[in-house]
């Protein structure tokens, strides 16, 4: 087990720099003079120059390097020309407000692609499934901001139902607490806030998670086929067991260990996505906040958001490893196993498996 943790942490770290030096080179490649944004549209050759050894960027590459692997270390990620901000200080107080978003929509994703999945699996093959996996497609296939200005339209314009944009209602004052509104507004004891933050929050949360119900959907939809042609599913049956306790207890529960590994990387995917959302639903954000500094020619807070939301990308998916440990016993016996063999029984046997992979015995 310890040496699983050591693989997934030594992988993360090599994840991480990878991150770092793709961030690095996009700074030396991307169109723009970091030290004239520094010193300004207005300023002059020598203000410029100046701005350019404050920075370092007079020295040669590998030292630039350097000095930005550690200013990283050290929570420096530059300083934003529109904000006048540190990089880091401007994204801890939009970075809540889009992982409010991501939230929303990883719940809707969850409560739509599982049933949906389940539902594919049971009925496979027939019209049920074919419709089940077409609805699933056409969400994915649509285009992320084409979707939101349909939603818009449809929702909001046509029926009035939802509003257009925004974040909260008109009029209603939150005191910022976390930077997320909803939770701002529980915090502050505003039940009419709360249910204003919710209700904008709708369109958006179902714009960012249509793209990726399909992947879940169809995640499930083949792990359960899989487990429900198994022979412990069999003599399941064969014994008694009751459809509905097949289909949760041995289709649905193998189906969690891919399915959260596929949620973990999601996560990651809808922080980027919020970029294209949250500038549709004019919405406060990671997103919103990139969109702004590229339209300002800002290099720093750009490549800052990036590294960011690939940092958050990283312990996400290290998170999921610890989980799938805990949830997957086959992982944890192997790990132990491999490490302390028992003498004369087959490393198989003393993992609790089958030779078809599958855990001995129905319970």
């Keep these: 087990m310890i040496r699983y943790l050591a693989q997934r942490l030594a992988l993360a770290v090599v994840v991480l720099a990878g991150l770092l030096v793709m961030a690095f080179v996009m700074v030396q490649i991307l169109p723009g003079d970091p030290a004239r944004a520094a010193a300004g549209r207005n300023a002059t050759a020598e203000q410029v120059e100046a701005a350019r050894v404050a920075l370092g960027l007079d020295e040669p590459v590998i030292q630039q390097f350097w000095r930005f692997i550690g ?26 407000s889009s992982l409010e978003l991501v939230a ?5 994703n969850i409560v739509v692609a599982v049933p949906l999945g389940v539902f594919a699996a049971y009925r496979r093959g027939r019209a049920a499934d074919v419709a089940a996996r077409l609805l699933a497609l056409l969400g994915a296939a649509l285009p992320v901001f084409w979707l939101g200005l349909l939603l818009q339209l449809f929702f909001a314009g046509t029926l009035k139902w939802l509003p257009l944009y925004g974040q909260i209602g008109f009029g209603m004052d939150v005191p910022t607490i976390t930077g997320a509104t909803t939770i701002d507004a529980l915090l502050s004891g505003d039940p009419a806030a709360f249910g204003s933050s919710l209700v904008y ?5 179902i714009t960012l998670s249509a793209s990726f119900i399909a992947v879940i959907a169809r995640t499930v939809r083949s792990s359960m086929i899989t487990a429900l042609d198994s022979d412990y599913v069999a003599l399941a049956r064969a014994t008694g067991a009751s459809e509905f306790r097949v289909v949760v207890r041995h289709g649905l529960r193998n189906a969690l260990i891919p399915m959260s590994t596929i949620l973990g990387m999601q996560l990651g995917w809808m922080l980027g996505t919020t970029v294209l959302v949250e500038s549709t639903f004019n919405r406060t954000g990671i997103g919103a906040y990139m969109v702004t500094a590229v339209l300002q020619t800002d290099i720093y807070p750009v490549i800052g958001s990036i590294i960011v939301i690939g940092i958050v990308f990283i312990v996400t998916n290290f998170v999921v ?3 799938q440990l805990w949830i997957n016993p ?21 993992a609790g498996l089958t030779p078809a992979g599958s855990v001995g015995g129905v319970r």
């Excluded at 006048?84 to 809540?96: E, F, M, R, S, W």
């Excluded at 929303?104 to 809707?108: H, Q």
């Design 71 to 96: 200013r990283v270390f050290q929570g420096d990620l530059g300083t934003s020309v529109f904000t006048h901000q540190p990089v880091l200080q401007d994204i801890a107080a939009v970075l809540p």
């Design 104 to 108: 929303a929509a990883m719940i809707i």
């Design 201 to 205: 929050l709708i369109l958006p949360a």
């Design 321 to 323: 490893d610890l989980l």
């Design 330 to 350: 086959r992982l944890r016996d192997s790990a132990w196993v491999r490490r302390r063999p028992a003498a004369g029984i087959p490393v198989a046997a003393q």
